[in-house]
């Protein structure tokens, strides 16, 4: 092999190559021991190349002895065969870490390993081990907020900005979901309209901010009465609120509403404008549930729940009625206009 000037010139040229370029470059020799670790790497593992030239990778790095790290290095060197470690089953393989502030920490910088097979053009020489270590950490915490971004986004899509519950957009995202289900599996489906009696006038006489912290109560309670992660109660609309409650016959719904009339009652929000007897807010809740022999459409479950909210009304308040939907095919009558609170 030549070592004249300008062998010697072309390595100090390469060596000062690998040690400008940011990412972790590692060459193993045949029995796995370190004849090349760049700046970066010193760097982040805090070994200087001098402390590890000629030793044996794994016993610098003990834990990945039988790792998938081992493995990829057994392959290039054996079979001539690169390997691109998966980021996400080998986030942080290497004791490497971004400053002496996350070394103390023990905080690992994310990376991207790959294990490749380097020629080299010395002849007779064994093959050799190339392994390439690139610090992701920035782009997995670009991802990682971008996913928490999506999920605010989302929560915001799907939830009432004043109350916290899921929104009209959302209850109708999972009533047609539950139907299309409840028809699928032969199940029963119940759906509650619920709808705070004279509110107008409450907010009237309170005033729009006390309104606010009304509908935030009445959700609130409302929301403990649920039992079941699969139920959904949402803000239909206004001081109008909705619950799904899916393989729910008849009968269990009627438990449900009952109970949540009686759990606003007991709230004793005062409502000294309210009509009759009751000086305190109170709801009415309309019943309406399919049968798994006579499925019905959405438009059909809501208008049914609609018109027994409507009658509830009617009848004085601070009452559940019931409405069985009528099946496809046959007339439900017009929904009801419900502003008259």
Known sequence: MTTGPGHVGRLGLLESALGAVNLGVVVLDGARRVVLW???MARHSGLSADTVMGRDFLELYPELRARRVDAAIGQALRDNFPSLLSQTLNKSPFALYSSPATAARNERMQQAVAVAVTPIDIAGAPRH??????????AVGREKLLREQTLVLRSQTF?????????RRHFDVAMEKELR???RNGAALSLLMIDIDHFKSYNDHYGHQQGDDCLIQVAAALTALL????????????????????ETDADGALAMAEAMRAGISALAVPHLQAGGAERHITVSIGIASQDPDAPVEVATLIGAADRALYGAKRAGRNRVLAQTPAPAGVAGGPTPDLCAD
Not at 129 to 138: G, K
Not at 229 to 246: H, K, M, N, Q, W
């Open 181 to 183: 289900r409840a028809k």
């Open 38 to 40: 760049n700046q970066w």
């Open 159 to 167: 939830a009432d900005g004043l109350t916290g519950i899921a929104n």
């Open 129 to 138: 081990c190339l392994i390439q270590v690139h610090d992701v950490s920035v």
């Open 227 to 246: 039992q079941r992660s699969t139920d959904l109660l949402a803000r239909y609309g206004g001081e109008e609120f909705a619950v799904i409650l899916p």
